[in-house]
């Protein structure tokens, strides 16, 4: 019934031609995991069923031949780009899998400055989009930490979202319309358009979907003016982090909008800012931007409401604009961090979260409280909150741990899920959501039930309608 | 048998490598009316002597520093069983950047830390550095052993394990990438010379200057051996405890930085284009590298 | 006033040193007293063509032990007690450090290591040497005499070797100075390599890989590529430390200096560190993704396109006009 490795090969050699087909082992070992397992990738040990091949796609036709043939055949499909995926989401958790790679549709299809979107091909680094839109003095204001890396697909397959969401929002936010093609092949586009009420807003099927509904082939997404040189960026340190979630909070239901509206605890805060932040206290952050009257009266409210809390104290603004500037990761930092895990088995892991006003700081304080009497060998537990809301906030948990007396193989379990399961058992017992912009990926998908709660019926029905035949992604968002 | 007692002196830095172009031009230019300015410098302690700010970048521990910290702690794990016992003792010179990494040193196993306590910026000052890490290690007479990297901060002149030595008296090797404790008084040490990588044993006391190790990234300690350590007790040495000015230091130092420039890498940047992958080889290939096969 | 040039024959760089500090005194140093080498060696038979060597016409000879920089500088801070010798030179790298640090210790004069050009003066000697990991050169005023510097490892001229007439001053045996075995601390040595980076410094065509090759089987076509073209291999930090390429291969302020006629830079992006390791190239070609990266601006030529495919491309139409 089901295909052998090798016909799978073949089938894809035929629709793609023999050089887009990857079958060398190491490269298939390395395409069977994302950076969810990266201890065990630099150990050199792989758990997770090998795939059969990695199809290197080069139009929105090979697209959809391959998922025809896959869906055919029963065989599952994983989607990728740009391969910065954290969660789990890129595992081929079935045996002869197929990872369809999408980094060779990498054309910029059009940047339109007048209506202010721009479209281009999944496999776009965001990087070179927002590097060529700046040239004409635009951004597109999606500015997430693997941004030299990420692909626009992925970033639109996992929701993504940037440094400066607070005024620009997530990708979902961005989005104006895309193309993606569904397991039986069929090529569907969402136009271009400012708003519609002609029913659901279907682009929302397709954003976030992480490869398990369909594949993204091309985006639209909006673009801003860019006026760095309006920029304002404060820093304070406060107390508290509760005191500093009054900040946040006060900040933006007073209808203030800064880019950046950060929260850093003490723990977290001192792999950044200890060159200029005593120890123990936590740190706020703000970027004022845009038409320089918008940016200065934002800097301003800001700085009034920061004024009412006599805890605050204002950082030289240099420092901030300084850490600012070298945020992102690029493939030095990956690599240093590569050599770090492989001499210390010291390895740096992240949970992030969201919740209300109401229960972000009860989130915080008790995932982390857990998170340090529960599990060992932990090095440092923290973190910041980095996108608000008028009516919350994310929580991005921060930890390190030593890996000892395991096997790279036994990481996940032993450190990693355990961990997990505390902050999402704390974020949904408080009623906030297990996953602010990562993605599920299968690292979370074990509690999608209790997250989704009744409406996982909308979530099943997706899935039934569009991948019937479960061929798409299997074991991500839907449990297997 | 007697416990080897290593010291190992590390510097915090700023991290270089987090300034921008701008940050290096502003810094350029001419140095000589800064000898005053140095002093003044190194009284409010803002690290600028060179003109250079260095202020808003974060403080990394030195790489070669690093190297030597956790090296230190390997022999100590080799011979934890059955061999020589090590007593541990870190060393910086320098203010209240270095104390975080001196809890960190101590929650790892370091058995004493000491910080010296001095404001000034020693970026091109071996000699005075020099004068007080020697001056520690008579004083206390508690070290076999001093280990340290190569470089001292942004001289890059590598001159530092060689004036420690000189000031003590003792044998140095520097540029070392690997030690083995054979017996309470000698060390097996490999280190890079400039024809070959030399393998040579040592009888104590001696410095080591550690160069490019393999051994690179310390380890880092849990939040329970912090806990543990958190009350352990951080040696603060005044210079003047030790008989030392460091300001007449700084003016004696036999020679001054007069000038900065930056090391312009721009060349014309001339930008390939074509479609493909081949035809930008092809293209390459044809206006600039075709004339240079022949020198190849 | 005189200056003492220093070759050290007991160890086997001596051509290297001679090719470099004929290079340093020729375009390096400028205000120069009349200069002397001073040789020391160790086996007899070394004598002659160490003299050839040498970058000055006067040379004194002094027999030594092997690899005993210690006895050096005792001999030198002896020489610097002869008021006319104000100024050693010595070598790049890490014996030109320990020797002009030594003596000018021992004697109270000063020391200035990787010196980039010296200017000597009457009162003052200045001198320019990298700092700040090479992303600056700081100039320096040397006032406290004998100085003692060492020049900077980039200083080598084939050219420089010219052979020339010499007279040998003197010719001394010193091997005693050092004292017998037993006053040494160092015992056991052993070279256990040759130089394991030696192809990579005098490497004239070479290619390097950056961590933007993306994958251990990125670094590894890249590395095929370089075969094929008969061009040396070598890698960034970052590739090096993920296991993607022995150490060995590491160029950059932590690995290897070179200063190949051509070198291709492939998916790296170019900062100082690595930078250093390939800045006196005759040409640079990168190829990055990234327009913006630093590289793009200190190379030569720039291609922005995959390093992987470009290099392949690249082997295919240089590997037959190399054959």
């Not at chain 1, 009034?304 to 805890?311: D, G, K, L």
């Not at chain 3, 200056?3 to 005194?25: E, I, K, N, P, Y």
């Not at chain 3, 140093?29 to 070394?46: K, N, Q």
Request: glycine share 10%.
């Amino acid at each position: 019934m089901s295909l052998s490795r090798e016909t799978i090969v073949e089938g894809l050699k035929h629709i793609l031609g023999a050089d887009s087909v990857v079958t060398d082992e190491r490269i298939l070992r390395e395409s069977s995991i994302d950076r969810f397992r990266m201890f065990e990738d630099i150990h050199g040990v792989y758990t997770q069923p090998i795939p059969a091949a990695v199809a290197m796609a080069r139009s929105t036709e090979q697209v959809a031949g391959v998922l025809r043939f896959a869906n055919e055949h029963g065989i599952n499909v994983v989607a990728r780009t740009g391969r910065t995926a954290t969660e789990g989401g890129l595992e081929t958790a079935v045996p002869d899998s197929v990872v369809l790679d999408g980094s060779g549709m990498n054309q910029i299809v059009v940047i339109d400055a007048y209506n202010m979107q721009a479209t281009c091909q999944c496999g776009v680094p965001l990087q070179v989009l927002e590097d060529r839109v700046r040239e004409q003095g635009l951004t597109t204001g999606h500015s997430p930490q693997s941004k030299p890396l990420a692909h626009m697909g992925g970033l639109t397959a996992t929701r993504s979202i940037g440094q400066l969401s607070t005024l620009y929002g997530g990708i979902e936010d961005m989005i104006v319309g895309l193309e993606a093609v569904f397991p039986d092949g069929t090529v569907t586009r969402i136009k271009n358009v400012p708003r519609r009420a002609v029913g659901p807003d279907i682009r929302h099927v397709i954003i976030g979907n992480e490869g398990t509904l369909c594949y993204i082939t091309e985006v639209t997404v909006k673009l801003f003016p860019y006026l760095p040189e309006n920029n304002i960026f404060l820093g304070y340190t406060v107390d508290t982090m509760k005191t500093g979630f009054e900040v946040l909070r006060e900040v933006m239901v007073n209808g203030y909008r800064p880019s950046v509206a950060r929260l850093y605890d003490p723990a977290d805060g001192a792999y950044h800012f200890a060159h200029f932040v005593p120890e123990g206290l936590s740190v706020l952050i703000f970027v004022a931007e845009g038409p320089a009257g918008i940016a200065k009266a934002t800097a301003e409210g800001i700085e009034a409401i920061v004024a009412r809390h006599p805890e605050c104290r204002k950082v030289e603004s240099r420092y901030i604009s300084t850490w600012f500037a070298d945020l992102n990761w690029g493939p030095d930092k990956i690599a240093r961090e590569r050599e770090g895990i492989l001499q210390t088995g010291n390895i740096n892991r992240t949970t992030e979260v969201s919740g209300d006003w109401g229960c972000i700081n009860d989130i915080y304080e008790n995932a982390l409280r857990r998170i340090i009497e529960e599990i060992p060998d932990i090095t440092m537990a923290g973190g910041h909150s980095s996108h608000s809301y008028i009516n919350g906030t994310n929580m991005y948990f921060n930890y390190f741990y030593n890996v000892v007396d395991c096997g790279p193989e036994e990481e996940v379990t032993k450190y990693h899920t355990p961990i997990n399961r505390i902050i999402c058992e704390e974020t949904l017992r408080h009623g906030g959501a297990i996953v602010h912009h990562h993605g599920l990926g299968k690292a979370r998908t074990p509690w999608v039930k209790d997250e989704y709660g009744s409406s996982y019926y909308i979530l099943e029905g997706l899935k039934r309608a569009f991948d019937p035949k479960g061929i798409m992604n299997k074991g991500t968002i839907i449990p297997a | 048998m007697n416990a080897m007692r290593i010291l190992v002196r590390f510097k915090v830095t700023p991290d270089y490598e987090a300034l921008r172009e701008a940050d290096w031009a502003a810094g350029e230019g001419d140095c000589s009316d800064r000898s005053g300015a140095a002093e003044a410098d190194a009284r409010a302690g803002s690290g600028v002597a060179s003109g250079v700010e260095t202020r808003y970048v974060p403080r990394i521990l030195d790489c070669f520093d690093e190297s030597a910290l956790e090296m230190a702690l390997r022999m100590r794990d080799a011979t934890a069983s059955d061999g020589v016992p090590v007593d541990l003792g870190a060393i910086s010179v320098g203010g209240r950047e270095v104390e975080p990494h001196l809890k960190t040193l101590q929650a790892l196993g370091y058995e004493r830390a000491t910080r010296v306590h001095v404001d000034a910026g020693l970026d091109f000052a071996p000699t005075v550095t020099a004068s007080i890490i020697a001056r520690y290690v008579q004083e206390t007479n508690k070290t076999d052993l001093l280990m340290l990297g190569c470089r001292n901060g942004p001289d890059d002149a590598g001159t530092l394990p060689f004036l420690v030595a000189e000031e003590l008296g003792w044998p140095c090797v520097t540029q070392v990438t690997e030690v083995m404790v054979l017996s309470d008084d000698r060390v097996r040490v490999a280190h890079m010379v400039d024809d070959g990588l030399l393998r040579v044993t040592v009888r104590l006391p001696c410095v080591l200057g550690v160069g490019n190790a393999v051994v690179a990234r310390l380890r880092v300690p849990t939040l329970t051996a912090r806990l543990a350590r958190r009350e352990a007790h951080i040696e603060h040495v005044q210079t003047s405890d030790l008989g030392i000015d460091v300001v007449s230091g700084l003016a004696g130092e036999s020679y001054v930085l007069t000038g900065l420039e930056v090391v312009r890498r721009d060349r014309s940047g001339t930008i390939i284009g074509g479609q493909t992958p081949r035809e930008k080889a092809q293209t390459l290939f044809d206006s600039h590298l075709k004339s240079l096969m022949g020198k190849l | 006033m005189r200056s003492l040039v220093v070759l050290d024959g007991t160890v086997g760089t001596a051509d290297r040193q001679a090719r470099a500090l004929g290079a340093f005194l020729r375009d390096g140093s400028t205000g120069h007293p009349a200069a002397e080498t001073l040789v020391f060696f160790s086996d007899d038979r070394d004598m002659g063509r160490l003299v050839e060597q040498a970058p000055t016409r006067g040379v004194r000879l002094v027999k030594t032990a092997e690899r005993r920089p210690d006895a050096i500088v005792d001999i030198l801070s002896a020489a610097a007690r002869d008021a006319e010798n104000q100024l050693f030179i010595f070598t790049g790298g890490y014996s030109g450090t320990e020797l002009a640090t030594r003596l000018a210790h021992r004697t109270g004069g000063t020391v200035m290591t990787d010196a980039l050009s010296i200017e000597i003066g009457p009162e003052r000697l200045t001198c320019r040497r990298p700092v700040y990991s090479n992303h600056m050169v700081g100039s320096f005023e040397l006032a406290a005499r004998p100085w003692c510097v060492s020049i900077d490892v980039s200083w080598d001229d084939e050219a420089a070797a010219a052979r020339r007439e010499h007279v040998v001053l003197s010719s001394t045996d010193e091997t005693g100075a050092a004292g017998g075995p037993d006053e040494t601390p160092f015992e056991d040595l052993e070279l256990v390599e040759p130089p394991p980076t030696g192809d990579l410094e005098q490497s004239r065509f070479l290619v390097v890989a950056g961590a933007g090759a993306g994958s251990r089987d990125g670094v590894e076509r890249i590395a095929a590529a370089a075969r094929r073209m008969g061009a040396e291999f070598a890698v960034s930090r970052p590739v090096a430390m993920s296991a993607w390429a022995p150490m060995d291969r590491l160029i950059g302020v932590s690995g290897t200096r070179t200063a190949p006629e051509l070198c291709i830079v492939a998916g790296a992006s170019g900062a100082p560190a690595l930078y250093w390791g390939i800045e006196k190239a005759g040409f640079i070609a990168a190829i990055d993704l990234d327009e913006r990266a630093p590289i793009a601006k200190s190379a030569d030529a720039v291609i922005l396109d995959d390093g992987v495919a470009v290099i392949e491309e690249l082997a295919e139409i240089i590997a037959p006009k190399r054959e």
